[in-house]
């Protein structure tokens, strides 16, 4: 892989340039050194793209569902073929350890296309009910503006869907990974996508994000980053009566029954809390444990901490890379210092930046237990590697402290009794819940949104290609 790369490029109609300006650079947060850069593309470049993506909407919207299917089945392929580069591009950009990001970054979203090829096929077209025939037909052009965190499975999770529905796309991709962001762009179009069904445009979420979202020429948004920027893009949209997708990040509670296995269980909450160094949304950054086990889970928790290695990105044996930024990593470490002034016990953490190595934006991985419920640590997402440790009394105590939360994306329910978890899952105010540490990278069409801040619609499956059409009752 070079050393560093041209500037990222914008995909209009087809044809690949660079737009002028100034340079925004492009980090990587292992060694901090600059490997590249981007240029806000800006209203102007933005329009043309909306255009061209309109212009060829209608031929793309009445292309046979089959052949909008394959077209995502040859894509799939292709990006199997180079998954391993566009994984090592990803753990470049973002400081993914390569392990996790060859997982969810290449093997994931193949297999989001080719299943959101599969639900294409069996999507109900044409539906009657009641005397009337339902057709559901490509709303128009979405603007797709997806983050650094997930950066490729995010692309594929709203990409496959709207071309699937009929729809067309621009995207505006993060500035801090936009090289994968032009790989993908170049798959499609080898796959053989016509152009102009698939834009892409460069640049910051204020400038370029903007001029996306307040677009007059989109039928949808699709957004996904943090609640203050969800609610700037739903804002804009809102302007030009454009509907939207906003998932919003999370503040996922994962509830440790008393009949758990008390080892199996932490060890699991610690991997999927502190996964891609605690920078996802779903990430289950509060632990609920029953007060009578908590002496007994210091141990336990300290001892899968232990296990967690950090280090190069590109080690196989690396579990936890640097956060994306400096700017991030002040952020989190600002986050445990307020935990700490607010009582909070470091069980495992430093508070100061890792030592693991002499450069790269490393925070440890910090468990924090003792904090009152209105902590900012209980309360905010602090998007690294932070898990904070709460007790309850009995389970409707629990299901109090999970949902006494701004945010409702994602939980986690530990049991030996898969029903009695299942009981618990259902009154969870969130749009995912996962039991006994059961993942999603092997079931790709389960729908994933989430409710009160944690945005609305959502995005896989049956559900996330019905985003991105319109429908039409037929009565005669």
């Known amino acids: 892989m070079a050393d560093t790369f041209d500037r990222a490029g914008c995909l209009i109609d087809g044809a690949w340039f660079v737009p002028g300006g100034p340079a925004i650079d492009v980090i990587d947060p292992y060694t901090e050194t600059v490997i590249g850069a981007v240029v806000d593309a800006g209203e102007r470049i933005v329009d043309d793209a909306v255009r061209s993506a309109a212009a060829a ?56 296309l080719r299943a959101t090829a599969r639900t294409a096929r069996d999507f109900p077209w044409s539906q009657d009910i009641d005397g009337a025939t339902l057709v559901r037909r490509g709303s128009g052009v979405v603007g797709a503006i997806t983050p650094w965190n997930m950066p490729v499975h995010q692309i594929i999770a709203k990409v496959s869907a709207a071309l699937a529905a009929g729809s067309t796309v621009v995207l505006k991709a993060s500035e801090m990974t936009p090289y994968d962001a032009n790989a993908l762009a170049a798959l499609f179009l080898e796959a053989g996508l016509p152009a102009g069904v698939f834009n892409v445009v460069t640049g910051t979420g204020a400038v370029t994000g903007a001029a996306l979202a307040a677009h007059p020429g989109l039928a949808h948004v699709s957004f996904t980053g943090s609640v203050v920027a969800g609610r700037t893009v739903a804002s804009l949209a809102a302007q030009t009566l454009t509907r ?63 296990r967690h290695t950090l280090g190069d990105p590109a080690d196989p044996q690396t579990r936890q890379g640097p956060l994306v930024s400096a700017r991030q990593r002040d952020r989190v470490l600002d986050y445990i210092a307020d935990a700490v002034a607010a009582g909070g016990h470091l069980l495992t953490g430093t508070g100061k930046p890792s030592e693991v190595s002499p450069i790269g934006f490393f925070v ?30 009995d389970v ?53 949104g989430g409710v009160k801040n944690s945005g609305y619609g959502r995005e896989l499956g049956h559900l996330g290609i019905e985003e991105f059409t319109d429908v039409t009752a037929v009565m005669s």
Request: hydrophobic letters at 45%.
């Open 57 to 112: 909407h209608a031929a793309w919207r009445d292309t046979a569902v089959s052949e909008r299917a394959a077209l995502l089945d040859r894509t799939a392929d292709l990006l199997t073929r180079d998954g391993a580069a566009i994984a090592a591009l990803v753990s470049r950009e973002m400081g993914m350890p390569i392990s996790l990001a060859e997982v969810t970054q290449a093997q994931l979203p193949a297999d989001v």
């Open 244 to 306: 939207c997708t906003l998932e919003l990040g999370g503040k996922s509670p994962a509830v440790v029954l008393p009949d758990a296995d008390l080892e199996t269980a932490l060890t699991g909450v610690v991997a999927s809390g502190l996964v891609n160094s605690g920078q996802a949304c779903n990430a289950t950054t509060r632990l609920l444990l029953p007060e009578a086990l908590a002496a007994d889970a210091a141990d336990v928790l300290t001892a899968a901490v232990a």
């Open 364 to 393: 440890d991985p910090t468990i924090v237990t003792g904090l009152p419920e209105d902590a900012r640590a209980i309360r905010e997402e602090i998007f690294g590697p932070v898990l904070a440790v709460q007790t309850y009394t």
């Open 396 to 448: 409707d105590d629990a299901i109090r402290i999970a949902n006494d939360c701004a945010y409702g994306l994602s939980a986690e329910v530990w049991s030996g009794d898969v029903e009695r978890a299942r009981a618990v899952a259902g009154r969870l105010d969130v749009g995912q819940v996962k039991i006994n540490g059961v993942r999603t990278r092997n079931r790709p069409t389960v729908p994933f």
